[in-house]
Protein backbone atom coordinates (compact mmCIF):
# COMPACT_ATOMS: atom_id res chain seq x y z
CA UNK A 1 0.00 0.00 0.00
CA UNK A 2 1.06 3.70 0.15
CA UNK A 3 3.43 4.58 2.35
CA UNK A 4 4.34 8.39 4.13
CA UNK A 5 7.86 8.28 4.96
CA UNK A 6 8.52 10.91 7.99
CA UNK A 7 11.99 12.80 8.39
CA UNK A 8 14.11 13.65 10.83
CA UNK A 9 13.00 10.45 13.34
CA UNK A 10 13.65 12.54 16.19
CA UNK A 11 14.91 15.88 16.84
CA UNK A 12 16.83 17.55 20.22
CA UNK A 13 16.94 21.02 20.08
CA UNK A 14 16.85 24.06 22.44
CA UNK A 15 14.03 26.49 23.12
CA UNK A 16 14.19 28.99 20.58
CA UNK A 17 15.09 27.52 17.66
CA UNK A 18 13.00 27.19 14.70
CA UNK A 19 12.08 23.59 13.61
CA UNK A 20 11.53 21.83 9.86
CA UNK A 21 10.20 18.10 8.98
CA UNK A 22 9.15 16.98 6.03
CA UNK A 23 7.13 13.42 4.67
CA UNK A 24 7.14 12.25 1.21
CA UNK A 25 5.58 9.65 -0.56
CA UNK A 26 6.17 7.70 -3.51
CA UNK A 27 2.50 8.30 -4.70
CA UNK A 28 0.07 11.47 -4.89
CA UNK A 29 -1.79 12.45 -1.88
CA UNK A 30 -4.54 14.92 -2.82
CA UNK A 31 -4.50 16.01 1.03
CA UNK A 32 -1.92 16.38 3.77
CA UNK A 33 -3.10 16.20 7.35
CA UNK A 34 -0.25 17.32 9.80
CA UNK A 35 -1.01 15.68 13.90
CA UNK A 36 0.70 16.18 16.75
CA UNK A 37 0.46 13.48 19.66
CA UNK A 38 1.20 14.62 23.36
CA UNK A 39 2.53 12.15 25.71
CA UNK A 40 -0.41 9.91 26.51
CA UNK A 41 -2.72 11.08 24.52
CA UNK A 42 -4.12 10.66 21.08
CA UNK A 43 -3.22 13.10 17.92
CA UNK A 44 -4.78 16.27 17.49
CA UNK A 45 -4.80 17.95 14.32
CA UNK A 46 -3.00 20.63 13.44
CA UNK A 47 -3.16 21.80 10.07
CA UNK A 48 -4.89 20.10 7.20
CA UNK A 49 -3.96 21.07 2.94
CA UNK A 50 -6.04 20.62 0.47
CA UNK A 51 -4.51 22.25 -3.08
CA UNK A 52 -0.71 21.79 -3.89
CA UNK A 53 1.14 24.84 -3.05
CA UNK A 54 -0.98 25.83 -0.40
CA UNK A 55 1.06 27.16 2.54
CA UNK A 56 -1.24 27.29 5.60
CA UNK A 57 -0.01 28.75 9.10
CA UNK A 58 -1.89 28.02 12.90
CA UNK A 59 0.35 29.96 14.99
CA UNK A 60 3.59 29.46 14.93
CA UNK A 61 3.37 26.72 12.53
CA UNK A 62 3.40 26.58 9.05
CA UNK A 63 2.97 23.69 6.87
CA UNK A 64 3.69 23.10 2.77
CA UNK A 65 1.58 20.85 0.17
CA UNK A 66 3.89 19.93 -2.51
CA UNK A 67 3.74 21.15 -5.76
CA UNK A 68 4.29 17.51 -7.02
CA UNK A 69 1.62 16.70 -4.37
CA UNK A 70 4.58 13.63 -3.17
CA UNK A 71 5.62 15.59 -0.05
CA UNK A 72 4.57 18.40 2.70
CA UNK A 73 6.95 20.17 5.10
CA UNK A 74 5.91 21.31 8.82
CA UNK A 75 7.72 24.21 10.42
CA UNK A 76 7.55 25.14 13.81
CA UNK A 77 9.32 28.70 14.67
CA UNK A 78 10.37 29.91 18.07
CA UNK A 79 9.96 26.12 19.60
CA UNK A 80 9.00 26.18 23.23
CA UNK A 81 8.70 23.34 25.82
CA UNK A 82 4.90 22.55 25.11
CA UNK A 83 6.02 21.91 21.18
CA UNK A 84 7.42 18.31 22.88
CA UNK A 85 5.51 15.39 21.21
CA UNK A 86 5.32 13.12 18.26
CA UNK A 87 4.40 14.98 14.52
CA UNK A 88 2.77 12.49 12.26
CA UNK A 89 1.39 13.20 8.56
CA UNK A 90 -1.21 11.69 7.15
CA UNK A 91 -3.39 11.49 4.25
CA UNK A 92 -6.02 9.52 2.56
CA UNK A 93 -4.67 7.23 0.23
CA UNK A 94 -5.76 6.19 -3.10
CA UNK A 95 -5.86 9.52 -4.46
CA UNK A 96 -8.90 10.03 -7.23
CA UNK A 97 -10.62 7.37 -5.32
CA UNK A 98 -12.80 6.42 -2.23
CA UNK A 99 -10.57 6.56 1.36
CA UNK A 100 -14.00 6.30 3.50
CA UNK A 101 -12.36 7.91 6.09
CA UNK A 102 -8.77 5.87 5.87
CA UNK A 103 -5.74 7.70 6.65
CA UNK A 104 -2.08 6.42 6.05
CA UNK A 105 0.34 7.98 8.76
CA UNK A 106 4.02 8.12 8.50
CA UNK A 107 6.14 7.17 11.52
CA UNK A 108 6.47 10.42 12.97
CA UNK A 109 8.89 12.79 14.36
CA UNK A 110 9.82 12.75 17.80
CA UNK A 111 10.51 15.97 19.03
CA UNK A 112 12.54 16.66 22.15
CA UNK A 113 12.85 20.67 23.49
CA UNK A 114 15.53 21.44 25.91
CA UNK A 115 14.84 24.74 27.95
CA UNK B 1 -17.93 19.14 23.65
CA UNK B 2 -16.96 16.82 20.66
CA UNK B 3 -15.18 14.26 21.35
CA UNK B 4 -14.18 10.46 20.96
CA UNK B 5 -14.70 8.59 23.97
CA UNK B 6 -12.71 5.15 24.33
CA UNK B 7 -12.77 2.72 27.36
CA UNK B 8 -10.69 1.38 28.95
CA UNK B 9 -7.81 3.89 28.90
CA UNK B 10 -5.54 0.91 30.41
CA UNK B 11 -6.31 -3.10 29.63
CA UNK B 12 -4.28 -6.03 31.07
CA UNK B 13 -5.18 -9.41 29.96
CA UNK B 14 -4.35 -13.20 29.46
CA UNK B 15 -3.84 -14.58 26.34
CA UNK B 16 -6.91 -15.98 25.22
CA UNK B 17 -9.40 -14.28 27.28
CA UNK B 18 -11.84 -12.21 24.57
CA UNK B 19 -11.97 -8.43 24.86
CA UNK B 20 -13.89 -5.45 23.45
CA UNK B 21 -12.28 -1.94 23.66
CA UNK B 22 -15.66 0.73 23.38
CA UNK B 23 -15.75 3.71 21.16
CA UNK B 24 -17.90 6.01 20.79
CA UNK B 25 -18.11 9.49 18.97
CA UNK B 26 -20.72 12.24 19.54
CA UNK B 27 -20.54 14.52 16.23
CA UNK B 28 -22.78 12.35 14.13
CA UNK B 29 -19.45 11.57 12.06
CA UNK B 30 -20.34 8.63 9.08
CA UNK B 31 -16.77 7.60 9.49
CA UNK B 32 -15.58 5.78 12.49
CA UNK B 33 -11.74 3.77 12.20
CA UNK B 34 -9.53 1.95 14.68
CA UNK B 35 -5.50 2.15 14.27
CA UNK B 36 -3.17 0.38 16.36
CA UNK B 37 0.25 2.25 17.36
CA UNK B 38 3.59 0.65 18.02
CA UNK B 39 7.17 2.50 17.81
CA UNK B 40 8.43 3.00 14.97
CA UNK B 41 5.70 1.90 12.80
CA UNK B 42 3.49 5.16 13.27
CA UNK B 43 -0.21 4.64 13.41
CA UNK B 44 -1.94 1.37 11.26
CA UNK B 45 -5.41 0.76 10.80
CA UNK B 46 -7.13 -1.98 11.55
CA UNK B 47 -10.72 -1.77 10.68
CA UNK B 48 -13.35 1.08 9.54
CA UNK B 49 -16.51 1.79 9.09
CA UNK B 50 -18.50 4.46 6.51
CA UNK B 51 -21.54 3.85 8.25
CA UNK B 52 -23.74 1.62 10.08
CA UNK B 53 -23.64 -1.85 9.38
CA UNK B 54 -21.04 -0.79 6.80
CA UNK B 55 -17.47 -2.30 7.84
CA UNK B 56 -14.06 -3.13 6.26
CA UNK B 57 -10.60 -4.50 6.53
CA UNK B 58 -7.93 -2.21 7.39
CA UNK B 59 -4.17 -2.79 6.84
CA UNK B 60 -3.93 -4.96 9.84
CA UNK B 61 -6.96 -6.30 10.56
CA UNK B 62 -5.69 -9.90 11.71
CA UNK B 63 -6.85 -11.32 14.99
CA UNK B 64 -9.57 -8.40 15.64
CA UNK B 65 -13.65 -7.68 14.84
CA UNK B 66 -15.55 -4.64 14.65
CA UNK B 67 -18.95 -3.30 14.85
CA UNK B 68 -21.36 -0.82 14.07
CA UNK B 69 -25.16 -1.50 14.91
CA UNK B 70 -25.41 2.30 16.02
CA UNK B 71 -23.90 5.92 14.30
CA UNK B 72 -21.70 6.87 17.37
CA UNK B 73 -20.49 3.60 18.74
CA UNK B 74 -17.79 1.42 17.10
CA UNK B 75 -16.39 -1.41 19.63
CA UNK B 76 -13.24 -3.28 18.98
CA UNK B 77 -12.85 -7.03 19.88
CA UNK B 78 -10.78 -9.38 20.54
CA UNK B 79 -11.91 -12.56 20.72
CA UNK B 80 -8.76 -14.44 21.51
CA UNK B 81 -5.99 -11.84 22.13
CA UNK B 82 -2.52 -12.60 21.96
CA UNK B 83 1.14 -11.37 22.95
CA UNK B 84 1.77 -9.82 19.65
CA UNK B 85 -1.59 -7.83 20.17
CA UNK B 86 -0.20 -5.60 23.28
CA UNK B 87 -0.07 -1.96 21.51
CA UNK B 88 -1.72 1.00 22.28
CA UNK B 89 -4.84 1.52 20.41
CA UNK B 90 -6.74 4.55 18.56
CA UNK B 91 -10.49 4.80 17.96
CA UNK B 92 -11.26 7.65 15.33
CA UNK B 93 -14.00 9.59 13.73
CA UNK B 94 -14.34 11.65 10.63
CA UNK B 95 -17.55 13.90 9.37
CA UNK B 96 -16.91 12.17 5.86
CA UNK B 97 -14.36 10.23 3.67
CA UNK B 98 -12.75 11.25 0.46
CA UNK B 99 -10.40 13.79 0.12
CA UNK B 100 -11.54 15.82 3.23
CA UNK B 101 -11.07 13.20 5.83
CA UNK B 102 -9.76 14.95 8.63
CA UNK B 103 -9.97 12.44 12.00
CA UNK B 104 -10.78 12.95 15.26
CA UNK B 105 -8.96 10.78 17.79
CA UNK B 106 -10.11 9.36 21.04
CA UNK B 107 -7.54 9.69 23.61
CA UNK B 108 -6.53 5.94 23.45
CA UNK B 109 -6.44 2.12 25.17
CA UNK B 110 -2.58 0.84 26.00
CA UNK B 111 -3.67 -2.85 25.74
CA UNK B 112 -1.06 -5.48 27.69
CA UNK B 113 -1.29 -8.97 26.72
CA UNK B 114 0.33 -11.33 29.02
Redesign the interface.
Known sequence: ?QQ?N?SPQSMFIQEGEDVSMNCTSSSIF??W?W?KQDP??????LI?L?KAGELTSNGRLTAQFGITRKDSFLNISASIPSDVGIY?C?G?PNAGG???????????TILTVHP | EAQ?TQNPRYLITVTGKKLTVTCSQNMNH????W?RQDP??????IY???NVEVT?K??VPEGYKVSRKEKRNFPLILESPSPNQTSLY?C?S?F?????????????TRLTVV
Do not use: C, I
Open positions: GLQNTLYGEGPVLAYFAPTSYGKLTFGQG | VEYMSYGLGLRQYSMDGDFASRGGENTEAFFGQG
